[in-house]
């Protein structure tokens, strides 16, 4: 292949750098709004109950609560792990259990402590890849993993939610998530429909086939979900009773919009939308939306401790770098 001379070369890489701009360009807008409004709702949330819930929440942390915490945070990351692995070997990517669970918790102490919330799931997904050489799959596999977490734990809130909301003062909540997943099936029906969208989705099933083929890999998705999302429920009580709240079903319930909430990618470091959620489910259950804030406060912090085995593991794999 000819070599291009330096006038074409400095041509191709202004191009180049003309076409990367304004994606990026557009990349950092997004992240900036995001960060700004999980900001603006921590912000309104405060003016509304004042910092007293949220000082309360972080006093109310205890050494057991902590236990609890780390305990909670690695029944979940094996769970996590699992699912992973289970994901990735369905797209033929080797990943050991040791491995998998390491890189679990990086990248959730990445999430938690950077901005955007996914940027140590970006690592996860770059760092398998690299060490396959297959970047592509190894970021489909980390996506895939998180969508079908997400999905389960959508049922499963729906389902819990269901017969406790109905009924109850959290029946606003459960009309609003019905109402929402409906909106979000009649879009899927509808793409399916269309030529353009249907291509895009038989491409999409099409490379999920051989993760959603397998019967066992599909039990293990779910089995794995559902214990993530029971093991931060779980966390969330914790918190609650750490505030000195009573142990009730509202409590877990409120936990799931809590945990639903989160899930939302407006937020800063996880903060945002959870505290509002946290103030206006505890406002419906009759605990009151101070008492929401400051055990969200509670989680939060919890959250982040539980986390912080995934900064020994970065440490140690920045001492391995030559």
């Given amino acids: 292949m000819a070599a291009l001379n330096p ?36 912000v309104a949330t405060a003016l509304v109950v004042g910092f007293g819930p949220f000082l309360r929440g972080i006093a109310a942390i205890s050494p057991p609560s902590i236990l609890a915490a780390l305990i909670l945070s690695a029944i979940a990351t094996a769970a996590a792990a699992w699912r992973w692995r289970t994901v990735a070997t369905g797209y033929g990517l080797p990943l050991t259990r040791h491995a998998a669970f390491a890189a679990c918790y990086r990248s959730q102490f990445l ?3 950077l901005p955007a919330g996914i940027l140590g799931d970006v690592h996860r997904a770059w760092a398998h890849g690299q060490a396959h050489a297959r970047l592509g799959a190894a970021a489909r596999a980390v996506v895939v993993e998180r969508a079908l977490g997400q999905v389960v734990q959508i049922a499963l809130t729906l389902a819990v939610l269901l017969p406790l909301g109905l009924g109850s003062p959290l029946e606003p909540v459960v009309w609003g998530a ?22 895009l989705l038989q491409r999409e099933y099409a490379l999920l086939r051989p993760v959603l083929a397998r019967p066992g890999a599909l039990l293990a998705i779910v089995l794995t979900s559902i214990v993530v999302v029971a093991a931060h429920v779980t966390l969330f009580v914790v918190a609650g009773l750490a505030v000195g709240l009573p142990l009730r079903s509202g409590l877990a319930a409120a936990g799931l919009v809590v945990l639903a909430a989160s899930a939302i990618p407006v937020n800063v470091g996880g903060w945002g939308p959870r505290e509002a959620a946290a103030g206006a489910a505890f406002g419906l259950v009759g605990l009151g939306a101070a008492a929401g804030v400051a055990t969200s406060t509670a989680f939060g912090v919890l959250a982040l401790v539980a986390v912080a085995p995934g900064a020994v593991v970065l440490l140690a794999g920045w001492r391995r770098r030559p």
């Fill in 7 to 42: 006038v074409s070369e400095r041509h191709a890489a202004g191009r180049i750098a003309t076409t990367a701009d304004p994606a990026s360009a557009r990349r950092r807008i997004r992240l900036v709004v995001r960060l700004a409004a999980g900001g603006a709702i921590v």
């Fill in 178 to 199: 019905g109402a929402l997943t409906a909106l979000l099936a009649a879009a899927v029906a509808i793409a399916a429909i269309l030529p353009r969208p249907r291509r």
């Fill in 111 to 113: 999430n938690a402590v």
